[in-house]
C-alpha cells in the first residue's frame, strides 16, 4: 500500500490517525516487500502481528497457507481489519492481555511497528511469552535501538537489552525514513530481527522480575537490590561491590537459575 491509497483509504473510511496510539502507517511499498521477505514464512506457520493500523502488512501476511492474528489496541481499526482482510483480530492493549488470550506459545513468527512510548513493556513481553517462535521482526525509533544492543557497563544497558540477547540472534536490517510513513513522523525508524539459536534460553515471567529488581536502583550494589548468594556471585567472577549493569547477560540468567533451584 502506498501513500496515495493509504490516504485515500482513510478517507473512504473516515479514520483520523491518533497520537496517542503513536500511528504512523508505513506506506513504501518496497520497504513492506523487504519487511515480508524477513518473516521468512513457511506454510502452516502461525504469525503474530502486534499494532496491524491499517493493514500495510497484514495484507501480504495473510494466506490460506498460514494462521495470523492480529492484536490492535484502536477498537475503530480492530474492527477496519477483522472485516476487510478477515484474520483473527484481537481489539486490545497487547500489554494487557493474559497469555492464554493470545495463545502466546503457538506463534512460529512474530511482527511489529512498535511506538516508542510502549516499545520497552510491549517487547518484553513478546520476549518472555513468545516462547517457541523462531523470528520475531521489529521496527522501532531508531535512536531507541542502543537500548536493545548495548552491553554491560554501558549507560543503556538494561533489563530489554539482556532479554534480547538471551532470545536470540540480533540483526539491526534497515532504517526507515519519515516519509515512509503517514502521517509523516519526526523520527526515523530501524527495521531489525531477532531469530532464536537451536540453544536459546526459555525466558519466563520470573526471570523479567528478578531483572526488574536488579536494575529498580542501578547504582546500586547487585547484592542490595536482589537476595543472591555472594558465593554465587564471586564464582562468576564478580565482586560483592558489583552493580547489575557490570554483569552479563548469561551470567544474570545463571545467577536467578541458582536461586531458583536453592529455594
Known amino acids: 500500500m502506498n501513500r496515495s491509497e493509504l490516504i485515500r483509504l482513510t478517507e473512504e473510511i473516515g479514520f483520523l490517525p491518533e497520537s496517542r496510539f503513536g500511528q504512523n502507517f508505513l506506506c513504501d511499498e518496497a520497504s513492506i516487500s523487504r519487511i515480508i521477505g524477513l518473516c521468512g514464512i513457511k506454510p502452516g506457520d502461525k504469525i ?125 536490517v534497515f532504517d526507515l525514513p519519515g516519509k515512509y510513513y503517514y502521517p509523516v513522523p519526526k523520527t526515523q525508524s530501524t527495521v531489525f530481527t531477532i531469530t532464536r539459536g537451536e540453544n536459546a534460553c526459555k525466558i519466563d515471567e520470573g526471570f523479567v522480575s528478578f531483572l526488574e529488581k536488579c536494575f529498580a536502583q542501578r547504582r546500586k550494589k547487585l547484592l542490595n537490590n536482589v537476595q543472591v548468594n555472594r558465593e554465587l556471585l564471586e564464582g562468576l567472577g564478580y565482586n560483592e561491590n558489583s552493580r547489575a549493569e557490570e554483569i552479563a547477560a548469561f551470567d544474570l540468567l545463571k545467577l536467578y537459575s541458582d536461586i531458583i533451584l536453592s529455594v
Do not use: F, H
Not at 496491524?52 to 497457507?65: A, F, H, I, Q
Open 48 to 172: 503474530l502481528e502486534i499494532g496491524p493500523g491499517l493493514g500495510s502488512l497484514t495484507r501480504e501476511l495473510v494466506s490460506d497457507d498460514t494462521d495470523l492474528t492480529c492484536v490492535e489496541i484502536d477498537k475503530r481499526l480492530a474492527g477496519y481489519i477483522s472485516s476487510s482482510i478477515g484474520c483473527r483480530v484481537i481489539a486490545s492493549d497487547y500489554t494487557r492481555l493474559d497469555p492464554s488470550d493470545y495463545d502466546a506459545s503457538s506463534y512460529d513468527v512474530a511482527v511489529s511497528n512498535i511506538p516508542y512510548y510502549v516499545m520497552t513493556p510491549i517487547m518484553k513481553k513478546m520476549l518472555s511469552e513468545l516462547r517457541n517462535a523462531r523470528k520475531l521482526v521489529l521496527m522501532v525509533e531508531k535512536e531507541a535501538l542502543q537500548r536493545i544492543i548495548c552491553r554491560p557497563c554501558t549507560k543503556q544497558y538494561g533489563p530489554l537489552s539482556i532479554l534480547c540477547e538471551l532470545w536470540g540472534e540480533i540483526e539491526i
